[in-house]
């Protein structure tokens, strides 16, 4: 039931976050379309619209693609991004003392969904409005950090897109090292911080739910600096959540009263 210029937003910005993550400006997307019945008209000018909106935003152009006939409503999207030579950040990397930073704020797109599945839940229903509409849009609309990678290309030793949740994000991250994180440290909404007061059992949902669509990057200790003044520049929020380790070590996700989990 999700309106179809909030779907084609979505299927292009999933994609634009992936460009993000590698420092790359977006180029061109071609997108595959599989068609049912149920994609009429007034549908169609719904999705073109949507599409539209944010290929212009984001300098990213329809380069082509497909169309055919489906039984079920298909979409794909592959998107195209540009680098200057040999600067690509690479989805892993890293090296023992390294920071590692996200931005924006953790855990809405998983608490939206959440509320969708559950909307009575005791949690859902203690949340004002807003911030039940905050968590909701979240969900449905991701809002890429492309604005973050010139920061990333002058910065990081590694980066990927927070979209399988932080906690498995990071160990993806720096898969060979060890490290630690602090819980206390990770940025949340207001809307996230009320659901989290109304059940702090949520708090496994926040750290380990998908879809954020934020940046997850490591940054050598004597750049920390310079890069928290590029986001700033570039408007985007970022927060140190942790260090790495050495390798080989243990990832401890460590709570604000000093007990270490494991996820």
Not at 206 to 225: N, Q, W
Request: proline fraction near 7%.
């Amino acid at each position: 039931n999700d309106a179809p210029a909030s779907i084609a937003r979505k299927a292009l910005a999933v994609n634009l976050s992936d460009l993000a993550a590698k420092g790359a400006r977006p180029f061109g997307f071609l997108l595959g379309f599989g068609r049912t019945r149920a994609q009429g008209e007034d549908w169609l000018a719904g999705f073109v619209a949507g599409l539209a909106a944010l290929s212009r935003e984001s300098g990213c152009a329809l380069l082509g693609g497909d169309t055919v006939n489906a039984p079920a409503l298909t979409l794909s999207v592959t998107a195209f991004g540009t680098v200057p030579r040999g600067s690509m950040v690479p989805r892993q990397g890293g090296e023992p003392g390294d920071l590692v930073y996200v931005s924006g704020t953790i855990g809405d797109a998983a608490l939206g969904v959440t509320l969708r599945l559950a909307p009575d839940a005791p949690w859902a229903r203690a949340l004002e409005p807003e911030h039940r509409a905050f968590l909701l849009d979240r969900y449905l609309h991701p809002r890429p950090r492309n604005a973050l990678t010139p920061a990333l290309l002058a910065h990081a030793r590694g980066a990927m897109d927070v979209s399988d949740g932080l906690v498995g994000d990071a160990d993806k991250l720096a898969s060979r090292l060890g490290g630690r994180f602090e819980i206390g440290d990770v940025p949340l909404s207001d809307a996230a911080r009320a659901a989290l007061l109304a059940d702090p059992a949520l708090i496994d949902t926040i750290l380990t739910g998908g879809d954020d669509y934020e940046i997850l990057c490591v940054i050598p200790p004597d750049r920390a600096v310079a890069f928290e003044a590029a986001a700033r520049e570039a408007g985007v929020p970022v927060a140190c959540i942790g260090r790495l380790g050495e390798v080989g070590g243990v990832r401890l996700w460590c709570s604000p009263d000093g007990c270490e989990r494991r996820f």
